[in-house]
């Protein structure tokens, strides 16, 4: 399951990413990295992004990325623009618009966001929220 593209695999992979964090579980880091490739908005197509995104209510979604990403944090002093990234587009379904656009709206001209699909889903987000 965990190297399949199929629709619907992803969210129900995160499911479970989301039963073993509340279980105490642990998870390899080969693993632990295919789960957090599906987090990343560099990657893939908007509908695969927002299938992660929604597997699971939007708290629990921030804490399972969070245990998934903790390895990559643990060295960071600051947060990165895909963690920011995940909290804005998190908050937004959730609707919070406000936090949403402001949290798009830093990380929008942060250097790190690049010119690619990140910099677009964050300039598109921006767009949808501003109205």
Do not use: C
């Not at 990295?33 to 939007?58: I, K, N």
């Not at 600051?78 to 990234?85: E, I």
């Amino acid at each position: 399951m965990i190297y399949s593209d199929t629709p619907g695999v992803r969210a129900e992979l995160i499911r479970v990413a989301n039963d073993m964090r509340k279980n105490g579980e642990t998870i390899t880091d080969d693993r632990r990295g295919r789960v957090h490739s599906y987090f990343d908005a560099g990657l893939g197509s908007d509908e695969d992004l927002r299938e992660v995104l929604t597997a699971v209510p939007p708290d629990e979604e921030w804490a399972t990325y969070q245990w998934i990403d903790r390895p990559l944090t643990e060295w960071a002093a600051f947060p990165r623009v895909d963690q920011q990234f995940v909290q804005a587009s998190l908050w937004e379904i959730a609707g919070k618009r406000d936090e949403a656009l402001k949290q798009f709206r830093q990380i929008q001209h942060d250097p790190e966001s690049g010119d690619g699909t990140l910099a677009r889903r964050i300039s598109d987000a921006v767009k949808r929220l501003s109205h």
